[in-house]
């Protein structure tokens, strides 16, 4: 056997099973990334995993071949091989953490779409180009523009709420949407420029529906997902059964922070009030739903409400009702977006 010169175009594959379906003694031909380990190749596809043996003029590292031979555990022996595709250098490794995360992120969304269309929802897709960025001044959207119409601004969307909006009062009555939004401002532990955001909607409804939406969700998917609503979290066990606790904003920030918080006052205060009751590393957070974000990080866990509809806008003709999520200390959730910012 020798090792195939680089071909001048690749063949298709020949494939009859993948590795997690080899029988003992089965005659198969099988695919995958050559990888090595201990001086001995290992031939792996997206099930597993198998050390070869056979080929004394071996692929290198990073190729990905057919192998043609016979499973006879704990090796595949063997008969021939072919090229499919030759690497220049091996691929940096994917751990099985990162493997899995794609996995469990691809069962979530399909989760989220089954829970949705049991309920009546429509799922749809709107536009993620379009030409107005949107109605939330503190937000910083991508622009962009078209070849067909030279001159016209365009802009990458930063959430789909104007289009479905408008579906919503030509008639859709539920309506979700799990789409890709886009916001120019820096990437940190809560913010990618580029993420994944799901919203819904629902006509003759109040905060109040939308919270049980949210609450059966979360519980929905961790059911599913792990056979509990009963999750861990940064150290913390969080029991995702509905109902979770309502509070306010100011009794949330008095019962779990020791906090007392006068909405009626300068909130511009509330760093040095929280540093008098012990929270030293707290700073005064700035845009939208600064609220949630402050008690956020006071907040010591659970699974908690916080209707923003108490007062804390700063200019209530703007206001609409409102509610955060607080998890572990982190707002995970922010439902009905629309708190007026100074």
Avoid at 126 to 132: F, K, M, S
Avoid at 213 to 225: F, K, P
Wanted: include cysteine.
């Amino acid at each position: 056997m020798r090792t195939p010169d680089r071909p001048s175009s690749y063949p298709s594959s020949g494939r009859s099973c993948r590795i997690a379906d080899l029988l003992p003694d089965q005659s198969a031909t099988i695919a995958g990334r050559v990888t090595e380990h201990s001086n001995r190749l290992i031939l792996s596809d997206e099930t597993g995993s198998v050390p070869l043996e056979g080929m004394p003029e071996a692929a290198s590292p990073g190729d990905i071949i057919d192998a043609t031979g016979i499973w006879r555990p704990p090796t595949f022996q063997v008969e021939c091989w072919k090229p499919l595709v030759l690497s220049k250098r091996p691929p940096n490794p994917v751990s099985e953490r990162a493997r899995e995360r794609i996995r469990q992120r691809a069962e979530i969304l399909h989760t989220i779409r089954v829970f949705f269309r049991d309920r009546g929802f429509l799922d749809v897709e709107t536009p993620a180009i379009v030409r107005l960025p949107g109605m939330e001044p503190h937000l910083t959207p991508f622009q962009t523009g078209s070849s067909a119409s030279p001159g016209e601004e365009r802009y990458l969307h930063t959430s789909p709420e104007f289009a479905m909006k408008r579906m919503l009062a030509q008639g859709f009555e539920r309506i979700f949407q799990i789409c890709k939004v886009f916001r120019d401002e820096p990437a940190g532990t809560m913010h990618n420029p580029e993420f994944t955001m799901l919203e819904w909607y629902r006509a003759y409804a109040d905060i109040t529906h939308i919270m049980e939406d949210t609450e059966n969700l979360a519980s929905d998917i961790a059911q599913r997902l792990l056979g509990s609503s009963r999750i861990r979290y940064r150290n913390r066990d969080i029991d995702l059964s509905p109902p979770w606790e309502r509070l306010s904003v100011t009794e949330a920030m008095e019962k779990h922070a020791g906090v007392p918080l006068d909405l009626s006052g300068d909130l511009s205060r509330f760093p040095a009030i929280a540093r008098e009751h012990g929270h030293d590393s707290l700073a005064m957070p700035s845009g939208a739903g600064h609220d949630a974000q402050m008690l956020a990080r006071v907040c010591p866990g659970g699974m908690i409400f916080v209707p923003s509809h108490d007062g804390i806008s700063h200019n209530p003709a703007e206001h609409t009702d409102a509610a955060d999520i607080v998890a572990g200390a982190n707002v995970l959730l922010h439902a009905m977006i629309r708190l007026a910012t100074d």
